[in-house]
Structures are given as C-alpha cells and as structure tokens.
C-alpha cells in the first residue's frame, strides 16, 4: 500500500475532517485516504487548525469542532501507531510529528471562542427565572398604614389609615420605582394611596 498523495510507503488508512462555520450552515471536509506518515501529518496539521480557526462561529459547527478536533487526534494518534517511519532519499527514517501548538493563531482563536462560549453558558445560567405561580404573590393589591419612622402595618384597603398600597411583586427591588417591601423571596413595591 503506497501514499495515496505522493506514493510514498509505507502507508495506511486515515480519516481527518475539518468544519469551517458559514452564517447558516457550515462546511464539512473529510480526507479519507491511505498516507504515508509525511502527508497524514500535513493533513492533520491543515484540518485541525481549519477547524479551530473557522469552526467555532456557529451552534452546530462549534459542536462538529469540539468533535472533530477530538477525533483527528484520536485517528492521527492511531495512525502514528502503524505508520511510525517515511521514506526520505530512499531510506526509511522516522516519522515526523506535527503539533497543533504550531499553529499559535488556531489556539489564540480557539482561547477566545472558549472564552465566549463559557460567557455565553454563565449568562444563560444566570437569567433571572420569570415569577411563576409559586411567588407569593399574597402581597399584591395590599394595603399599608405608615406606623411611624420606617415601619408599616396591614390594613384593609377600605381603612382611613392605609397611607400605601402595593402595586407590584418583583424580583428586584430596583423595579420599584420608590418604596417597597420585601415579600419572601421577593419586593412588593408600594405607592401612596389616595383616598
Ligand atoms: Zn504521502
């Protein structure tokens, strides 16, 4: 079996992809040939730094690029296994390896679509829940007497002496826009009531 690519021997089977994102799709390309150890690791060098220069920019690509950049060293790995030496003038020296920390831009670009891709997880794991029916929400439309300094008693909103009511339960009490209180978890903002 010789080098599908230059005819060198010895050779054998390997299967590289790369993924390169587009705006809405992506680009898959496989080289999936018997080569020497030379043109394998050239290969390998040239998908796996497309890959992740280009691959992270999208949803699926950026999943094909974790992917394929695992597998191509997987497969690359195997491939040193049986194909450990190249001809060179006739004579078989050992083989050559090509590392991925070769290619500083590939690990710059893929340090920083990391780091966005972590930022972006944090963000949505962070999103502030909607309320939902098990808030208390026993605070809204209830009326409050001023007791004096900062303390505030329930009343019944037909009461004289309801100086506030409650308008609105929020998670965060920076929506009310003067006073408020706290309600559980929660802030019921308070308004002045007028009559
Ligand atoms: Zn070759």
Request: aromatic share 10%.
């Amino acid at each position: 079996m010789s080098c599908e690519v230059c005819g060198g021997v010895p050779a054998g089977p390997v299967l590289l992809q790369s993924a390169s994102s587009r705006i809405l799709w992506w680009n898959h390309r496989k080289v999936n040939a018997d080569l020497c150890g030379y043109c394998a690791e050239r290969v390998y060098f040239d998908q796996q730094s497309r890959t992740l220069i280009q691959g992270w920019w999208g949803p699926l690509s950026a999943l094909a690029t974790i992917w394929f950049s695992i597998a191509n060293f997987v497969r690359i790995s195997e491939h040193r296994r049986f194909i450990t030496t190249v001809e060179n003038d006739g004579l078989q020296t050992s083989r050559p390896r090509a590392k991925i920390t070769g290619n500083p831009v590939a690990l710059v670009v893929s340090a920083i679509a990391l780091f966005i891709i972590a930022s972006l997880a944090v963000t949505v794991l962070n999103a502030p829940t909607p309320a939902s029916e098990s808030n208390p929400t026993s605070f809204n439309s209830t009326c409050w007497e001023n007791t004096g300094g900062n303390s505030l008693k329930q009343v019944s909103c037909d009461s004289d002496s309801a100086s506030y009511e409650t308008y609105q339960v929020v998670s965060d009490p920076s929506l009310c826009a003067d006073l408020y209180l706290e309600a559980g978890t929660q802030y019921a903002c308070l308004q002045e009531k007028f009559g």
